[in-house]
C-alpha cells in the first residue's frame, strides 16, 4: 500500500524551533537534526504499523540520533504527523 506523508503546519514549527536550537549548539547539528527527522518520516512510510501506538490512536517512532518522537496518525492512506517533540516533553501536556 502507498501512503501520503502529510505534516500538519505546527510540526513544521517544531522542527524549525529545534534546527535553530541545533544551530546554535554546533556548527552543523542542525542539518543533521534535518536528515534524522527525514529519515524519520522515510521510515513511518516504509512501515508505518511497525512503531507502537503508545495514546488516542497516536505512534511514536523516535529519531536514532536525537531525542525527538515523530508523533502521527494513520488515517486509511494518510499518515498525518501531528507533532516531532522532544522525548523530555510529556505528550498529555500537548495540544495536539
Known sequence: MSYQLIVKPEVEEDIKSAYDWYEEQQLGLEESFLDGVDLAFDQILNSPKSYQERYKKTRIHF??????????????????????????????????
Open 63 to 96: 529519531t536514532d540520533r536525537f531525542p525527538f518522537g515523530v508523533h502521527y496518525r494513520i488515517e486509511g492512506i494518510r499518515l498525518i504527523v501531528l507533532a516531532v517533540l522532544h522525548t523530555s516533553r510529556d505528550p498529555k501536556n500537548w495540544s495536539g
